[in-house]
């Protein structure tokens, strides 16, 4: 059901684990994963850890058939086992819908449009928005 | 593969590096600039029409160039009847298709720059060397982490000699990858070709080549399937 690529590179004694969960079932699941290196660091947003991390394991929602990213750093050499799935338990639909829609970038972001003032309409005010006759 | 090349800025070369990327990755080009286009164009149902729903995105995308393009229509009318919203969906279809897709994302940070990120499962930045600008590259990537479409490669664009790769790999948490200031690659862009094309020697078809095999890394356990074609 859902299945997990992990890729690590070590760079300057950093590990740098990248992985991707994908979902493949017919209902979102809560996902859960779990490493064994020892200290993990989190990817950070202001300072804090990025939503869903505690301590060594983080968890996120994958939508039925897509998938989503995770990655971390650690100063430990990728021995252990880098990351395992700990829990895949399905949830409600309605807990899926927190995903980003286009609907939530237009409330966000604003609405790209041009507005209507700005388009010429063609035969009526043509002359108006065209440039002056040299 | 979905690939947003993107950068806040303009004039940083957005279009350049998103075309080239989509020679060297037989990708389809989709120009995302709904307001202001400036990837080759032709006859034909453009972005505009797809999200207008006049045209369907598959359809759209004109076979027979140097690169797979989906154009994107230069009229104010034709923005305005155009829905962003769809882009998503229109970009998942196109990859359904015909596989690879590279978006060259507009300017600023409205939602028609935000929706291609949405659309994309990586982003590349584009920023210039010498007007590094750095709060919205910032922004570009906090907001290409919110959805999903994570920062893989940072272009360094019209370098000279001495690239300052390793401060911005350091302010944006990114591998650099540098694509010279280039008379081959300028000569391309003004006669509407790849520079792998046209200069597949030059340094900087080897710089576009080197970006490609930086954002695909081999993955193991799960191969790519390319589908469709």
Redesign the interface.
Known sequence: MV?L???TERRDCVTFVAA?V?NDGRTGRRVTLRTGLDPVWPPRRQGVPAAGWSGDRVTLTVAAGRE??VGFATPAAPDEPVLTVVEAVAVAGDEECRE????H??R???????P?D???VLGTDAATTEEEPR | MRVAVTGGKGGVGKSTVAYNLGAVTDAVVVDGD??MADLPGSAGPDLHDVLADRADPVEAVREGGPVDMLPCGRS??G??A???????DAVRSVERAYGDVVVDC?AG???????PL?AADRTVLVALPDAFALPDALRTRALAR???A?LAQVVLNRTGTNPPRAAVERALGAPVTTVPESDPLARATATGQPVTATAPDSAAAEAFHALAAAIT?P????RRTRRGR
């Open positions: 299945e690529d992990v890729q991707t994908r989503r990213g980003p829609t286009p609907e970038v237009v966000a972001l604003g609405d790209p449009t041009p209507a700005a388009v010429p | 709904l307001g104010l009318a923005a305005r155009a829905n962003v919203r769809g882009l998503v507009p940070l409205a939602a028609d720059a935000g929706m949405l919110e959805l999903d994570g890394p993955r193991r356990g799960a």
